[in-house]
């Protein structure tokens, strides 16, 4: 047992943390989000330029080479900030489902431009129902003649798919000799595909909804082998897992910041706020939580980033910063009373993202399952 | 005891369900959850009106119905489980009208009593107490009025004004003894502000469901006839206590979420059982349940409530014992509706397009979550007063 | 709506609660419990004396003819001492299981010595696992010659068998032409019959293991009709189930009542203990939970007393109270400190006896399940 | 980070492991889930000493083997698995041994600490803090030791003294600044008292659970020599700060009921599920991993405050957080291990009959419930710690 970071990660760490700190006012945030793409472009060239969104990939790719362990504090860093970017479904979602499955030449063309940030890539999981059930894609990829396919289906709460410049999809291959579910680089520009923009108060990033309606592809667009689609995707969902609860550590760190820094003003009763015993009780709990939450998630983190099984350590991480990150956000608003319900105030931000990432991947609940399971439950 | 209503109650009950159905036909209003208190209408006031609605519990002298507590809350439950367009005479028929008849002058019953039983235009009533550093704690309330001869002077600033931004009058509580020796318990006033007067200025606040609900009030250099103070003087804070347990014996504070609540229940039962995990399913089931269960209690409290109000005994740790345990149920319904409903819940009303799984308004009223256990007094300082009140238990 | 008490509940209330108050001290509970029976036999006469064994019985078995929601009311004086009789097994588990079930003749022999404290009853409902399972009853009663049966099966938890003059039973009959479910007349006494004592440190009651080898019976040992016993029992349990209640709502009233009283008096860091924040949210939340939990157990028992459909009223009550109880004896354990950890003081009767009474009937998950049928899912 | 531990500790787990198998086998002691710290066995920590596991962080000068505090949380991990009876030295070890080193004498050192390494006879220590009017509140600890020559005269009463009846000797919190302007926190000082004195009487205490595992101590002008005034006069409190960190920082408070927990997975996992109903079964597994859950961060948190000793920092607060968290979980589990039993879950070892489904001291670990949030320091003042030592927030 080793809980000190490394000091080239504490360089990381300092030096993001400053960087989003310095660039990332409320003020700015606010500001990105209300743009067309909904997000900075100028902010997310930066990030490009410190090599962020290569930091995991191997340098022949334009990349860093950096640790998986690495990219997870960068995430909690951004979360802290609350960040809205194409990060996750670019850098970690696309890329690590590009590293495990494309070949070599689609490798070089995908990976430099999307570790550049030039390029946009985000992928298409859940179904029409908000599911993602791997037994029922409810995606199908129907064979035509010479190679070609027909894909139909939908998915929806696709993260900046109207700025993404492909979209993958998971669908199972139909017709003759039929293949299996099975990879496929989309564009939202195609005949056949519609974008619809979806309202969804709870997160900053922007989701849409895909319709595929006899969209056509071609051989080409498969990415990886036919048939392995979902070993390939489930390769990517515990790193992408991880990332999430990285990043709720991070918000629920600034939410325990904030509230930590709110009481020890705030004058109540002709004394500070944080002088009452409630709550004191109500902030030790959410440091609990907070602590708690750091450590099942770096300990999935670590043993992930050095290739150890850890399935039900991932779970565990999920399914504590769940509940850990709303329940802190609740006592949160409760403590700021009036004000953190405004709007100006930028408690909701958090709020929000607890209940938003509890939802993705799985809630605690679900996870819980997966637990139960590595028990042999 | 007798845990069911009475023939008449229940004809009442039909009644206003009738009402009620009839003006949601004629596309009167739809049925929306989340907002605190249903939008302002004053036409829909004004049929409650011809139906002896308001002021249903006064006295006949003021244009009331002389009914009880428990009729009130027959026709507040009906009222918001439909989420009726109520806001123009709530807060005048819920806590304006008792205060007058407790504390305030002929003339002021007499101006405003029959106006507001009437739903006649210009009585809508806002909550002038909270201010920035005066929350929770209204003894740090920092407004001034000042005598002017048969006038106040009122300077300061108001906060989470619910509906300042249409009402026609405000319900002031500000300092009018301003000797900094004297404790804000003896040292306040009740007045009845007028809205329109020179020197109110309403700032909008927008809440974190990106609606506007509340505001600040700046209040600069406003004149109010001493005809408009409220009971004595300096004698606000004793008589804001009677008040407000009027706001917090409600029912409002369990059926804020009432449609939410009503349409999972729907989506539960409607669910394709045989698509879905057993163990989830059991879950849905028992959270549902526990829900339900939660729902009927926190019922049972307001309809007790209301009966010993009835009984005319002091309520005020048991209306705080009852809403604390409401607004509790109100925050939880939005998060397990959620996660019944998954991911898909998340997708507001907002887009082009809806997910086939959905609940109207349910993210919203998520949003509004923090603000249940706030309004009317923090769960904390209801706690407080049944600890104190309640149990007798020393101030802290 | 009338949450007044009738003048004649009242009565009986204040005169049940000072009596109890007036015999039941500790010391005196203490002491009966470690005698033979387990129970004042003294006690137990007089309370006989009181009508209160036939408080719901007609007048020509020697009762009273009062109403149940009378009974439930006694229940919670009870409660509140935690006086422990063979009231609940005799009076209402195997009382109202008589008056269901048994014929006029058999009525007329066992109510009024029932009812009069001179012959005590109990009713053996859990099998081996401690399972209410009907559609298992694990009990057989397989059929001799001439009318008679061999009864085989194990009873647990049963209370008070040692001292109880006739035990109750439910078993399956066997044999040509099968009659199913049936109540059958036992005594410990007897040939195949076996009592065995119980270590329950949770429950006030003695409780014991009843187990049926081949004991021999006679057709006239059957309660009612052969095939019904399943109806009967169905018919006793809601009341059992709400009286059950009321005797928690009076022991959760109770807990409120010492802890109050406690934090009133006792000081720590130079004032009353009542004056810490946590402490009155702590006394707060146990009375919201003492009124919630009265709220919903009078509402159903004056709906069966009025006879009343009330099935989804008596599991929200069961519901409710268990987990509603059970956290306020942890919340008043933890303000009492030490003190309530000791034998000496009373608390821990209550912290037992809230446990015990969740795992009675079927606990709160077990009621909202209840709950959930009558909703309809 | 690293979140697995070295070949070198894992090879030390195994050693331990093996040692505690062997006493298993060997009849020394049996599995036995409740108590608060494994029984006494002056026997069994004589062995323990042979290996070199008493005082395992200690410096050698003192007997010690001067190894880390994650090797000591490995070594307390496999014996509270088992519950190994390590009642006779477990104090002298966690913190009277540290205290010493601390701010004992040379002297005291060198007195006790060999003797404790050795678990020799007559060192078995118990704590003197607790008083009927001072528990969690220690400033208000009454007892008196009154200078007297080269010794002090010690008057007043213990309670809660857990193990106090087989004790040799108890660590003493008294006041020796009599003079009542002076305040607790500047007028107690820490002794070491040998309890077979004259004038020291033990009362037992039976706790819920039936057990008698506490007591009252009266003192009646015990004479202690000066040489067992520990620290300097009057500083007890200060030191006494630093030292119940040592008590709070263990994962004993996290395996106390290791064995139903064990028992319980068991359990379940060898439950015959087609008899089960799914929706309750369902319910089992997620209420099961819920608890494994939380037992695997508790058990991150009890290593991450080991390392956190090991870097020498002041712990304070994290031991305070980790404890707050380990014993919510010691509460929960025995709550929810009876729900999943059910009924049969009550009956205990002492009849002559039990159950085909049983969990041996299952219904004893519920009895011992309440206690689990209170030794050592209750929950609240664990989280006024947290809040005000950790995150800086005024005092109340």
Chains 1, 3 share one sequence.
């Not at chain 1, 989701?207 to 056509?216: I, K, M």
Request: hydrophobic residues 40%; contains cysteine.
């Amino acid at each position: 047992m080793e809980f000190r970071l490394s000091e080239e990660t504490k360089l990381l760490k300092d030096n993001a943390g400053r960087f989003l700190q310095d660039r990332c006012s409320s003020a700015f945030l606010r500001e990105s989000v209300r743009g067309e793409t909904g997000f900075s472009t100028a902010l997310w060239k930066e990030m490009a330029g410190l090599g962020w969104l290569g930091l995991i990939y191997e340098e022949r790719y334009g990349g860093v080479g950096g640790s998986f362990f690495d990219l997870c504090i960068l995430f909690e860093e951004m979360g802290k900030v609350l960040l809205p970017t194409p990060f996750f479904c670019s850098a970690v979602l696309s890329g690590l489902l590009i590293d495990e499955a494309a070949s070599e030449t689609v490798k070089k063309e995908l990976l430099p431009p999307m570790i550049g940030g030039e390029r946009i890539l985000t992928l298409a999981l859940l179904d029409e129902g908000g599911r993602c059930d791997f037994s029922d894609l409810k995606m199908e990829a129907r064979k035509g003649g010479d190679g070609s396919f027909v894909l139909t289906g939908k998915r929806i709460l696709v993260p900046y798919a109207h700025a993404a410049d492909e979209i993958l999809v998971c669908a199972q291959i139909a017709g003759p000799g039929q293949n299996g579910p099975t990879v496929f680089r989309t564009t939202g520009r195609s005949q056949g595909v519609k974008i619809v923009s979806l309202d969804t108060p709870l997160t900053g990033e922007k989701l849409f909804a895909v319709f595929y309606e006899e969209a056509p592809l071609s051989r080409d667009d498969i990415l990886g082998v036919p048939g392995r689609g979902i070993d390939y995707i489930e390769k990517v969902l515990p790193r992408a897992i991880i990332c999430k609860c990285a990043e709720m550590v991070g918000g629920l760190a600034r939410v325990v910041e904030m509230t930590v820094g709110y009481v020890k003003e705030r004058r109540q009763f002709g004394r500070p706020l944080g002088a009452l015993q409630a709550v004191q009780h109500s902030c030790a709990d959410m440091q609990m939580h907070l602590e708690a939450s750091r450590l099942v998630t770096y300990q999935a983190a670590s043993l992930l980033s050095e290739g150890m099984p850890c399935e039900k350590e991932i779970a565990m991480a999920k399914a504590f910063c769940s509940d850990a990150y709303k329940k802190c956000t609740w006592s949160a608003h409760q403590i700021h009373g009036g004000i953190g319900f405004t709007e100006e105030h930028d408690l909701h931000f958090y709020y929000k993202h607890a209940k938003a990432s509890e939802l993705a991947f799985g809630d605690a609940r679900f996870h819980r399952g997966r637990v139960g399971e590595a028990m042999g439950l | 005891m007798r845990f069911y209503f009475t023939e008449q109650q229940e004809k009442f009950r039909c009644q206003v369900r009738d009402f009620l159905e009839e003006q949601l036909q004629a596309g009167a209003f739809s049925v929306h959850s989340a907002s605190l208190v249903g939008p302002v209408s004053r036409e829909f006031s004004r049929k409650m009106a011809e139906k002896g609605w308001i002021g249903l519990t006064w006295p006949q002298k003021y244009g009331g119905q002389g009914r009880t507590y428990v009729d009130k809350m027959i026709l507040n439950e009906e009222l918001f489980r439909v989420q009726a367009p109520v806001g123009y005479h709530f807060s005048a028929d819920r806590q304006v009208g008792p205060a007058l008849m407790k504390f305030g002058s002929e003339w002021q019953r007499e101006h405003f009593l029959p106006r507001i039983v009437r739903a006649e235009e210009g009585i809508d009533f806002c909550l002038l107490f909270s201010e920035p550093n005066a929350g929770s704690d209204l003894a740090s309330v920092a407004t001034r009025a000042e005598r002017d001869g048969d006038s106040y002077i009122v300077s300061g600033q108001k906060v989470w004004t619910s509906g300042g931004h249409d009402a026609d009058y405000g319900w002031l509580l500000a300092k009018t003894n301003l000797d900094p020796e004297v404790r804000s318990h003896l040292s306040c006033s009740e007045f009845i502000l007028d809205m329109h007067a020179p020197g109110v200025t309403v700032r909008p606040l927008v809440n974190i469901a990106g609606v506007h609900s509340f505001n600040e009030v700046f209040l600069d250099d406003v004149r109010v006839h001493e005809r408009y103070l409220v009971g004595r003087e300096n004698e606000g804070f004793k008589q804001i206590m009677a008040q407000v347990d009027y706001e917090r014996a409600g029912i409002e504070r369990l059926m804020q979420n009432y449609p939410v609540f009503s349409r999972l229940k729907d989506h539960v039962l409607h669910l394709d059982k045989t698509a879905l995990d057993a163990g989830r399913y059991a879950w849905i089931r028992d959270a549902l349940a526990g829900l339900e269960v939660d729902f009927q209690t926190g019922r049972l409290l307001c309809y007790y409530t209301a009966w010993l109000v009835d009984q005319g005994g002091n309520v005020s740790s048991q209306a705080a014992l009852t809403k604390s345990f409401c607004t509790q149920f109100e925050q939880r319904v939005n998060d397990i509706a959620l996660q019944i409903l998954g991911p898909v819940g998340q997708i507001g009303q907002g887009g082009p397009w809806r997910p086939p799984v959905f609940i109207e308004d349910l993210v919203e009223s998520y949003l509004w979550g923090p603000s249940y256990t706030l309004q009317g007094g923090s769960v904390e300082i209801l706690k407080n007063i049944v600890a104190q009140r309640g149990l007798g238990l020393p101030r802290a």
